[in-house]
Structure formats: C-alpha cells, structure tokens
C-alpha cells in the first residue's frame, strides 16, 4: 500500500500542473456522479417506499370503506327490523286492549244475565216478585 501510495505521488509530482487540475477535477465530478448517483438509489428506495405504502394505506382504507358500508347497511336492516317489531307490537296491544275491552262487557252482560237468572229462581222458589207486581 505505501508503494502504491509513493508512486501516485510520483506519478502527480512528475505531471504539469495543469493536468493535476484537470485530474482533480475529473476526480470531484466522479465523486459527485458517485454521490448522485447513490442519492438517486435512495431517492428511488425511499419514492418506492413511499408509493407502496401509499398504496398499503389506500388498500387499507378502501377495505375501512367497505367494512364502514357493510355495517351501515346492517345498522339499516336492523333500525327497519326494529321499526317493524314496534308496529307489530302496537298492532299486537291494540288487539289485547280490544279483547280485554270485550271480555269485561262479556262479564257484565254474565253477571247482569246471572243476577237476572238468580231472581228467577228465587222468584219462583217464593213466589216473589220484585219488579213490584205480585
């Protein structure tokens, strides 16, 4: 390694100046061509990076929609169910209510016919009247 080192010196001291010039510029335009060059593949790595995730995010927030749509829709189906069992239940009352409405004039006809039925029985039993006529 100092051999190769001493010749290079050799090499540089034997040269005009002005091609050390131009050496030492050819030298900083390949560094810089190297160095872009290295910059672009990050730049590349890092853009390709960044474009998958972007599309990662954009899958994910597609599948988010889809999953966001399909509770909506069940969130639907289930508030229209729920709108239906209250009708069927108010429509369910209404009839009990009316039955129960015709089973209480159903008892005070029984209990008017029954009262009616024990008078006769005991008028004829007595012989009393009681419509006051006897």
């Known amino acids: ?4 080192l001493v010749t290079c010196q050799n090499v540089f001291s034997k040269l005009p100046r002005f091609h050390l010039i131009s050496m030492s510029n ?3 335009n390949q560094i810089k061509l190297a160095l872009s060059i290295s910059y672009n593949a990050v730049y590349i ?6 474009v998958c995730s972007k599309m990662e995010a954009t899958m994910t927030a597609q599948g ?3 999953s966001q749509q399909k509770l909506q829709r069940r969130i639907t189906e289930l508030k229209e169910e729920v709108t239906r069992e209250q009708s069927l ?5 209404e ?9 209480r004039e159903m008892e005070t006809v ?9 008078d006769k029985a005991m008028e004829e039993n007595y012989g009393l009247s009681f419509s006051g006529v006897g």
Do not use: D
């Not at 239940?89 to 009352?93: D, M, Y």
């Not at 009839?95 to 089973?103: A, G, K, M, W």
């Open 45 to 50: 790595k890092i853009t390709t990076n960044l």
């Open 1 to 4: 390694m100092v051999n190769k």
């Open 26 to 28: 050819l030298l900083r």
């Open 110 to 118: 029984v209990e008017a016919e029954r009262c009616g039925v024990r």
């Open 64 to 66: 988010l929609n889809l």
């Open 95 to 103: 009839s009990h209510n009316t039955l129960l409405t015709r089973v």
């Open 89 to 93: 239940r108010a429509s369910l009352e």
